[in-house]
């Protein structure tokens, strides 16, 4: 990734721009969008909705629910150690990296889930509440049918590419409503700001959060096939909506376009046309890799604008997945603020897009809960023994492999002595002040998560 300093001049001609951008481009292959309202179900904004779609990391809020779900029927607890499997730690990037034999509670491992979007925690949790991926795939479709999702299938809890994996903008919006409805104990958690393990600080992938004015969060998701998608709630005077964009070629054009159709609908009132009520669409999803990460695309990450984190060290912060360019910080800069930009009737948002957010981070931690005296939940027939020795022994497949290098994995990671992180999941976000931002270290081409 290229690292450059992003005036205020550049930002306000970047978000100016986008929307012609999109009239000259990227509508011409216009992709699904939706906006509905979370209480009732009234469709405000709505293009191809129910047109099957790959999800990628927007399948992570199905997870999250089915999760939700087992925590209530009393089949697991919020405090209960998840083991971390060899097959978990194999899943590429976006992660947090842990060793197989790592234990993490399932309520940290929501609150990484949500922010990091770690592909190996997924598969973690859903190992640790289902017994094995497929078990709890299987638990993820019978819940999604539960709630009238219908164009949805699922085969694992990360969104990573599979052909028989799918949904739309309409199943989407159909369960962001849900989690809202069904576990609002729970609303902090699709909101969180930023996280930190350790020295590790990890902001959010959401460009809305901290600028779209009433902005609560949801989830990104991006792979190739995919292309990048948003899941996002707000909420004003009272009520509540939740829009979807799918598709689209970049994080800046998702989000632009996600605040687009938020605008949009909150100036639109109830049209007589329900979410439930909209008609499937037959056939099988489009692949969207030529036109999201082909030879022409330089470069596509989750990253919307630069993100500033409360605390955020001055260099690389060390710890798992260092190729992340979202978890680590360096390159510091001043921050500056923008003034409202007139155009197109949206000066507010586009104001709040040009202004980059403080995140004040949660804290998270690795280990059994301090006084924890129950079991560890993890894949059926594997403990931590097996599953520390399924790491040395790739340790030293590695080291036999590259003759004097050290396996990648590390040691298994310790409980932090501080006390746990709240159940209450709380991100405290506060207005952009003057302090030193970190641009994102470089990082690979394309990341899927």
């Known amino acids: 990734m290229r690292l450059f300093r992003r005036s205020p001049r550049f930002v306000r001609s970047l978000v100016a721009s986008i929307p012609a951008v999109l009239l000259a481009g990227w509508a011409a292959q216009a992709t699904p969008l939706l906006v509905i309202d979370a209480k009732t179900g009234d ?4 293009r191809d909705a129910t047109e099957p779609w790959y999800p990628a990391s927007l399948t992570k ?14 089949r697991i607890t919020l405090d209960t150690p998840l083991l971390v499997s060899r097959r978990a730690a194999s899943m590429p990037a976006s992660k947090m990296g842990f060793r197989p034999g790592t234990e993490v509670t399932l309520d940290n491992a929501l609150k990484m889930l949500m922010v990091k979007s770690a592909n190996d925690l997924a598969i973690t949790i859903a190992e640790g509440v289902g017994g094995s991926v497929e078990s709890f795939a299987d638990q993820m479709n019978k819940v999604a049918a539960k ?14 590419h599979a052909d028989g994996h799918y949904s739309s903008a309409r199943d989407m919006a159909v369960v962001g409503m849900a989690l809202y409805r069904d576990f609002p104990e729970h609303s902090d958690l699709y909101g969180i700001g930023a996280f ?8 959010t992938h959401n460009g809305l959060m901290g600028r779209y004015p009433g902005a609560e969060g949801m989830k990104t998701g991006f792979t190739c096939p995919a292309g990048l998608n948003v899941v996002a709630s707000a909420t004003r005077g009272g009520r509540r909506l939740i829009a979807v964009v799918l598709g689209y ?7 632009i376009e996600a605040a687009k159709i938020l605008d949009a609908g909150f100036a639109t009132g109830s049209t007589g046309r329900k979410v439930a009520d909209l008609p499937t669409v037959a056939g099988g999803p489009p692949n ?11 470069e596509i990450t989750e990253d919307d604008f630069a993100v500033r984190v409360a605390g955020a060290p001055a260099g690389p912060a060390k710890g798992a997945d260092e190729g992340n360019p979202l978890a680590f910080f360096r390159a510091p800069e001043a921050a500056s603020t923008a003034s409202p930009i007139a155009s197109d009737g949206v000066a507010a ?16 931690y690795v280990g059994p809960a301090p006084g924890w005296t129950g079991g560890v939940a993890g894949p059926v027939g594997v403990t931590q023994q097996s599953a520390a020795a399924d790491a040395d022994e790739d340790d030293a497949k590695a080291a036999a492999a590259k003759p004097g290098k050290k396996g990648k994995r590390g040691k298994i990671a310790k409980a932090a002595p501080a006390k746990p992180a709240p159940k209450a999941v709380e991100a405290k976000k506060t207005e952009p002040k003057k302090i030193a931002a970190h641009a994102p270290a470089k990082g690979k081409k394309t990341r899927e998560n």
């Open 43 to 46: 469709v405000l904004i709505e």
């Open 61 to 74: 809020l199905v997870t999250v629910y089915t999760a939700l779900t087992a925590v209530r029927e009393g």
């Open 147 to 160: 709630i009238g999702m219908r164009e949805s299938h699922f085969v694992n809890p990360n969104g990573l």
């Open 196 to 203: 930190r393990l350790g020295s590790m600080i990890v902001p």
């Open 249 to 255: 070629p970049s994080a800046k054009e998702r989000t």
């Open 288 to 298: 969207m890799r030529d036109q999201v990460c082909g030879p022409h695309r330089k």
């Open 349 to 364: 948002t586009q104001a709040a897009m040009a202004t980059r957010p403080v995140f004040e981070p949660i804290d998270v």
